[in-house]
């Protein structure tokens, strides 16, 4: 079992930067790879970005790919994503999540933040 918990979000210009951070509870944190998603309203929850147990290994949606990384800390039980060059059309709620990263990429287990909500204003 693992919890998590978002923090970061917030309004910023278009070009601008945010940081995302996601806190986890339990003892496995390191054994989980880790997930970045969205939700726009009206649309679904989609990938953004995702990470090896080890940190070793990322993945991303094409859209965010340059402008967006992830990263974690196991020692602290944190996951983060850096945002760059933000876009109107990045905004949305973002989500993270427990999962595993195997060849075909990151694949999401059932375990959600309660999601930060990202504004970017053009």
């Known amino acids: 079992q693992v919890q998590l918990v978002e923090s970061g979000g917030g309004l910023v210009q278009a070009g601008g930067s945010l940081r995302l951070s996601c806190a986890a509870s339990?003892?496995?944190?390191?054994?989980?790879?880790m997930g970045w998603f969205r939700q726009a309203p009206g649309k679904e929850r989609e990938f953004v970005a995702g990470?090896?147990?080890?940190?070793?290994?990322?993945y991303y949606a094409a859209f965010v790919k340059g402008r967006f990384t992830i990263s974690r800390d196991n020692a602290k039980n944190a996951v983060y994503l850096q945002m760059n060059s933000l876009k109107p059309e990045d905004t949305a709620v973002y989500y993270c999540?427990?999962?595993?990263?195997?060849?075909?990429?990151?694949?999401?287990?059932?375990?959600w933040g309660q999601g930060t909500q990202v504004t970017v204003s053009a």
């Open positions: 999540n427990a999962g595993n990263t195997n060849a075909n990429g990151y694949a999401p287990y059932a375990y």
């Open positions: 990470i090896s147990w080890s940190g070793g290994i990322t």
């Open positions: 339990g003892r496995t944190f390191s054994s989980y790879g």
